[in-house]
């Protein structure tokens, strides 16, 4: 079966540019998740949506990151204007109301 | 707020040899706990987990025990072989979000 998917695995970006970043949960999970890895710093959580209720934007770092999520399953994390300290893996990861999250392999992201 | 403290590594160790990762948590109420393993070029996968005080979660011969006194879930393995290099992440889940430690790097050498 199909796990976690994210798109692209690598980005190579100029500072300034937007990026967007996109994660297909598993079919059938109803909660998606975004996390940062930096280097040294582990995983920051990023955004959560659960179903239809409005995500929690607790962890997104500034107003350049943004996601959406259609239809309640793919979603996409948008950065305006990077910059280099957004170099970092971004994990996307989904989940039923069980406690399990399964993750995606990440989008590697290098802001030069 | 919640937070994970983890052993720093890299933790290098001769195949066969012992294993702990020390992980400490601190969090209001009683979270579940999590380790998660990414094997190079991998995702993040699930190891084990608990879900309340003295619950042992084990799985490929790791082990980790739900110490609410000491509020720490130390990983360990009696026998390390070199598949098992790879980063070890300790993370507790309280409401809906996981919140990790910061990662720790194990070699095992042949």
């Known amino acids: 079966g199909a796990g976690v998917s994210q798109s692209p695995s690598n980005k190579v970006t100029e500072k300034g540019k937007d990026v967007e970043l996109r994660c297909d949960p598993i079919?059938?999970?109803?909660?998606l998740y975004w996390y940062r890895q930096s280097l040294g710093q582990g995983l920051e959580f990023l955004i959560y949506?659960?179903?239809?209720?409005?995500?929690?934007k607790s962890g997104l770092p500034s107003d350049r990151f943004s996601a959406e999520r259609t239809g309640g399953s793919v979603s996409t994390l948008t950065i305006q204007r990077t910059q280099q300290e957004d170099s970092a893996v971004y994990l996307c990861?989904?989940?039923?109301?069980?406690?399990?999250?399964?993750f995606g392999p990440g989008t590697r992201l290098l802001v030069l | 707020g919640d937070s994970v403290t983890q052993m720093e590594g890299p933790v290098t160790l001769s195949e066969e040899a012992f294993l702990t990762i020390n992980c400490t948590y601190t969090?209001?109420?009683?979270?579940?706990l999590f380790w998660y393993v990414q094997y190079p070029g991998e995702g993040l996968q699930l190891l084990l987990k608990?879900?309340?005080?003295?619950d042992k979660g084990s799985n490929k011969g790791f082990e980790a025990t739900y110490r609410k006194e000491t509020t720490s879930f130390h990983l360990e393995k009696g026998s390390v072989q070199v598949s098992d290099s790879a980063v070890y992440f300790c993370?507790?889940?309280?409401?809906?979000?996981?919140?990790f430690g910061t990662g720790t790097r194990l070699q095992v050498f042949p």
């Open positions: 608990a879900t309340k005080a003295d």
């Open positions: 949506f659960q179903g239809n209720s409005a995500p929690d």
């Open positions: 993370a507790l889940r309280h409401t809906d979000k996981l919140i």
């Open positions: 990861a989904s989940t039923t109301r069980q406690e399990t999250q399964y």
């Open positions: 079919s059938g999970h109803t909660a």
């Open positions: 969090a209001t109420g009683y979270p579940s």
